[in-house]
């Protein structure tokens, strides 16, 4: 008897366990032929109470595949929904892959780790089938060359260059008196050369931006939104000029993902994420985390910015 109850209580907690945290993958097909394509998701639910660090592949993702060849690239994308007690943070891998040999393959199982806990998912079978080919249909006789008289379009297909360089004659012609005649009209006159913008190195200009949101309390006057918007701009546009990657145009956990080995200390990493993932909320979720937070998420941003300044321009500015 004590051991059913122990063995109910053991399935009740792993039942909350995989509510809080589910590694799930869909394939929209599981049968194909040569070359067509399948759309699959690979989706984790994690709450945020239980984040902790960065979601990883424990092994590449191609090796989970079975056999079949990956087409596009992961697109991961990230979605916040709310719930009674906590936030709930929805990551979604998406890919395409194909198959080329016939045969039955298994896509999966993948596992993510996550922290000191491991995410597996199941594994689908999907079978590839070679193209039939039609052996009803019989061989028709080659037919002879018809030889067609020519025409216009003909003989300007053949001496096309006569006309395109009589053409460029014409302009080059054209150009050069515009050349001569302005040249003729403005010999009095000295061109002033106009002196070069100063260029203002990205950790001045992040420091800048981000001093002003502090100052002016920007979460007061125009709301939370608005200010997680701006604090998301000023850091994304340093890092992309700082690390020379296309920060505007990714997502926030590619963003972790990039420069998860550049920024040193881990401390730096993760004050990254809080950042990116309180703005994600604040933009997305329509949340208000309040003056505290934003404070803090200021504070944090600016001291990430004085720590990845260059040693150079350090000693420059």
Not at 81 to 107: A, L
Not at 112 to 138: A, Q, R, W
Not at 153 to 159: S, T, V, W
Not at 231 to 256: D, F, P, V
Request: some cysteine.
């Amino acid at each position: 008897m004590l051991k059913k109850i122990c063995a109910v209580i053991t399935l009740i907690t792993v039942g909350f366990a995989l509510h809080a945290q589910e590694l799930q993958l869909n394939l929209d097909k599981q049968q194909i032929r040569f070359g067509e394509q399948i759309n699959g998701q690979l989706i984790v639910k994690v709450n945020a109470k239980d984040k902790k660090g960065e979601i990883l592949f424990n092994k590449s993702f191609e090796e989970s595949l079975g056999g079949l060849e990956l087409l596009d690239k992961l697109v991961i994308d990230t979605v916040v929904n709310e719930s009674e007690n906590d936030f709930q943070f929805n990551y979604r891998y998406q890919f395409s892959i194909s198959g080329f040999d016939s045969g039955h393959f298994f896509v999966g199982p993948f596992s993510l780790g996550l922290g000191d806990k491991n995410l597996v998912s199941d594994s689908i079978g999907v079978s590839v089938y070679p193209v039939k080919i039609d052996s009803s249909v019989t061989e028709k006789p080659i037919k002879a060359i018809q030889e067609l008289p020519l025409g216009f379009r003909d003989y300007l297909a053949a001496y096309w260059y006569f006309p395109v360089s009589l053409a460029i004659l014409v302009i080059l012609a054209y150009l050069i008196y515009r050349w001569w005649k302005k040249r003729k009209q403005n010999t009095d006159t000295i061109p002033v050369k106009e002196s070069p913008k100063p260029v203002i190195p990205p950790h001045v200009e992040a420091l800048e931006k981000l001093r002003k949101l502090q100052n002016e309390e920007i979460w007061k006057i125009k709301g939370d939104k608005v200010f997680y918007t701006e604090i998301s701009l000023i850091i994304r546009g340093y890092l992309g000029k700082r690390y020379n990657i296309h920060a505007l145009e990714k997502t926030s956990g590619e963003i972790s993902q990039l420069l998860q080995y550049k920024l040193q200390p881990k401390s730096l990493h993760e004050d990254l994420s809080y950042i990116l993932n309180l703005s994600d909320m604040a933009k997305y979720a329509k949340e208000k985390p309040g003056e505290a937070f934003a404070k803090e998420a200021v504070e944090k941003a600016i001291e990430l910015v004085k720590r990845t300044t260059p040693i150079e321009e350090e000693i420059n500015g």
